[in-house]
């Protein structure tokens, strides 16, 4: 089955720094990898994803690139500010199947 | 419309007791799953359904049972609950079809002494 690592577990930048946190997946045939945020005492909600046959998709200050050859896609959060602090969660997931699997999330804190 | 609720919020259970969880959607989704959330574990997956009267195993799926009676229900069962099942569990839903965004409830509390 798919094993997805992410990578830092915790990071910590000071407000208007780049974040970036990265994962890593297994299963070659996966080609859905949507990126989640978990604010404290809060449910997982889907921030952006990206699909196969795109390479990189920004949404205002964050945006997430993929390389399907080397089975790796991070996320980057430019200007961070405070209300980024929250636990991010990337997954990966295959078309025809429905298995949802996430890494094990970074912890980002963002002091000002 | 309500999204996706999970019942109860809290629960404290002892050792060998049994219990239900419930995940309700309102969105006419497909696909719903059960996740347990542990300190540095991440959302680890327990069980799945790709549609009514269907389920799956996930990535840790020993300890629990699922049935998915009715599209808009997904339940989680604990036979037998032991202290390593104290955990936040989450249920969420995706529409089928192409890959689509997946939808949490608000997250259950489980605590077994």
């Known amino acids: 089955g798919e094993n997805v690592e992410q990578h830092p577990s915790t990071l910590s930048v000071q407000e208007g720094d780049s974040a970036v946190i990265k994962c890593t997946y297994s299963?070659?045939?996966?080609?859905?990898f949507p990126w989640y945020k978990q604010e404290l005492g809060k449910r997982p909600q889907l921030i952006i994803d990206?699909?196969?046959?795109?390479g990189e998709k920004k949404d205002q200050r964050i945006a997430v690139t993929l390389n399907k050859t080397a089975k790796h896609f991070s996320l980057h959060i430019t200007e961070t500010q405070p209300e980024d602090s929250a636990v991010y969660f990337c997954?990966?997931?295959?078309?025809?199947?429905?298995?949802?699997?996430f890494g094990k999330g970074t912890t980002l804190s963002v002091s000002s | 419309n309500a999204g996706v609720t999970q019942t109860p919020k809290f629960r404290v259970l002892k050792t060998g007791q049994s219990m239900t969880l419930l995940c309700a959607q309102d969105?006419?989704?497909?696909?719903m799953y059960w996740y347990r959330q542990d300190p540095g574990m991440g959302l680890r997956l327990i069980h799945y359904?790709?549609?009514?009267?269907?389920?799956a195993k996930g990535e840790v799926p020993d300890g629990y049972n699922v049935s998915r009676l009715k599209k808009q229900n997904f339940l989680l069962g604990l036979e037998s609950a032991a202290p390593s099942q104290t955990s936040v569990y989450f249920c969420?839903?995706?529409?089928?079809?192409?890959?689509?965004?997946?939808?949490f409830g608000q997250g259950t509390r489980l605590t077994v002494v």
């Open positions: 997954a990966a997931n295959r078309e025809a199947g429905t298995a949802l699997i």
């Open positions: 990206i699909r196969s046959n795109v």
């Open positions: 969420a839903s995706r529409p089928g079809g192409m890959s689509t965004e997946a939808f």
């Open positions: 969105m006419n989704h497909e696909y």
């Open positions: 299963d070659s045939a996966s080609n859905y």
């Open positions: 359904s790709v549609g009514e009267g269907t389920t």
